[in-house]
């Protein structure tokens, strides 16, 4: 069975209607990233905010292209124009309420939406007022999707700037808005230079409320940056954390077979050789799989940015960040099939649907299309997903009883 199936930013057809149809559970996704083309016109056009495109295709292509450089750098500076129209209470509830019907669209039943409120307070909004904006369009995008037959629930996590001063802050409001829908705390932008040390107060209140915490890291930083993420942070999700690779030596004797490992295309035909005999682990590696933190991979985002290693190249000489051959620069050459493998716990997520032009639905596509992914394999993500949400355990169990719910009334192809 097919359908075509119009994802919600882009104007594709995929012929994908058993994928856009499995119930799935998103845990890394920016608000500011997930901008309709339309709305950001609308928005900009409200307030003089010059656009470098006037038409929601050829601003669509701008984003891509723009996060197309293989620089987290430049692929951050896009979101200057979202940021920038996202300054008012009704900008930030519009928002919030259409990224909900975006992801309900996309079959989503769980999603954990992050943004950071101390980039929208430019226009003199405190960051009570931004959040609570945003908390509004969540329970009113629920609301529509509940009108139109989709059960979705949202929840935020609060992301503080890397590169600012103010996580402390964010953590304490994060941590006073519990009871409007927030879950977690983050530390986002650029990871080279600014470490979770840097941001210790934070960590360190977040911890002594319980509140729980994931950190980018692992993207635009290596294997040190993961280690200060889950010693300092006490993180208990990763944000991408795709380098954790780096941490893996190749056994030379296997070379030949882990070369051949790493190429196949489905997940099992890599289990008939365990993909872990074939390296050596480090203490982070081993932590961060023995102890179940989960990687938040989001593989379209990664290419994009030159943040993830190479699949062949893990734990070789050639390996290393200088190399050119270290990073993956399509989808196939993604190591999340690798990661998979070695039993990390593995979700995969979109990141920013606008600059990467993606979409849950996009990225199963794409993981059917290159590594055969079935069914099974999908399951398993989204079964990982849903126990690691950062909700209570009731709230999270009907979740996980949505998805194997969504499972059985799902047609079986695929
Ligand atoms: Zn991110």
Redesign the pocket.
Known sequence: MSAQVVTPLFDISYDVGWIAALPKVCL?D?LDGAVRPETLIELAADIGHELPASDPASLERWFVESADSRSLERYLETFEHTVAVMQTASALTRVAKEYVLDAAADGIVYGEVRWAPEQHVRAGLDLDSVIEAVARGILLGEEAAADRGSTITVRQILCAMRQNNRSLDIAEAAVRHRDRGIVGFDL?GPEKGFPPTAHRDALDYCARHFLPVTL?AGEADGVASIREAVVDGRCLRL?HGVRILEDLTRRDRDADLADNVSRLPSSRDISLVPASSLYEMGEVASWVRDRRIVLEVCPCSNVQTDAAPRVGEVGTAQGTEDSPNHWARTYREHPVELLRGLEFAVTINP?NRLMSRTSMTHEFLKLAEEFGYEREDFFEITMTAANATFLPLKEQDEIVDRVVAGYSDSPVVG
């Open positions: 890394h920016h986002a980018h944000g990141d």
